[in-house]
């Protein structure tokens, strides 16, 4: 068996003792499992991909924000034009007297949530930050550490103002008309889900709003749609005893046999196969 796939702090960062860096990923290309001596913030800007965060997948895409601990195992699979920025730290290296742990999700142990979503504005936002600290991280004094480390604390703190989470709340009314289709789609894994009604409800074109999601994800919202679907069931499928049909049925499919004929062409395995394959390598 192959030795696991360790990122090494030296590899990544300018200098010995440096706290804060940024990685980009233009694009951001498959990537095998892998963990950290280091921490990091994954924001995805544009295209989509299958993030498997510790065993767990994830259909990413444009305003996915996550919180990776050095001890995580994540990888990066099916890839379509996937832009992303990470933003890699050592918490042991943080010297600016700020309460960390509750600004940045997994600091102090235990159970977290490591996937949130971010509107367009706290896009916009972060995004600002994220450019200035990838410049001030390029140098080696002892200001501009200290500076990228201020620039630090406050993306982490712009990301707790703006994040939230798909289950539990809605983007704020300013935010944009795609940030509110994300989330209802996210909430609709159970459900069918129309688009006249939606854009009746928002006063928007349905063809103007197809358009836009396209070029933000690289998909259409069916695919986006099902994707998210057949990743709640590869979910399910390893972490609980649920019968395949009832999984189905949880996964927004009516007809299991359409669930299986779909599961199988998106993964190359029948449900019943992935969730032996998982079990097998769990």
Excluded at 87 to 99: F, G, K, Q, S
Excluded at 173 to 180: F, H, I, R, S, T
Excluded at 239 to 252: N, P
């Amino acid at each position: 068996m192959a030795a696991p796939l360790i990122l090494r702090k030296n590899d990544f960062f300018a200098w010995p003792g440096q706290p804060v860096a940024v990685a980009d990923r233009y694009p951001q290309n498959v990537f095998a499992e892998h963990s950290h001596e280091f921490w990091e913030l994954v924001l995805v800007w544009r295209g989509n991909g299958l993030h498997v965060l510790n065993d767990r997948p994830y259909r990413i895409t444009r305003g996915d924000l996550f919180y990776i601990r050095a001890e995580d195992r994540h990888s990066y699979a099916s890839v379509n034009d996937l832009v992303l920025q990470n933003v890699i730290y050592c918490p042991e290296r943080l010297r600016l007297n700020l309460d960390w742990h509750s600004l940045i999700p997994g600091l102090n142990g235990g159970p977290f949530q490591p996937w949130w979503r971010l509107g367009s504005a706290g896009m916009t936002q972060a995004r600002a930050i994220i450019s200035q600290l990838e410049q001030e991280s390029h140098k080696q004094d002892a200001l501009s550490a200290t500076l990228a480390e201020t620039l630090f604390a406050q993306l982490a703190i712009t990301l707790k103002r703006a994040r939230y989470a798909t289950d539990t709340a809605s983007p704020d009314e300013p935010e944009a008309l795609l940030d509110k289709l994300i989330t209802a789609l996210a909430r609709s894994l159970e459900k069918p889900f129309v688009l006249e009604p939606f854009c009746a409800r928002h006063q928007c074109s349905e063809r103007t709003l197809r358009q836009q999601f396209r070029t933000q994800t690289g998909m259409t919202i069916n695919q986006y749609l099902r994707q998210l679907r057949i990743c709640h069931a590869q979910y399910l499928l390893r972490h609980s005893d649920l019968f395949i049909s009832e999984i189905a049925m949880r996964c927004g499919f009516e007809d299991s046999n359409y669930f299986s004929v779909v599961f199988t062409r998106e993964t190359g395995m029948t449900p019943s196969q992935w969730r032996q394959s998982s079990h097998q390598a769990a």
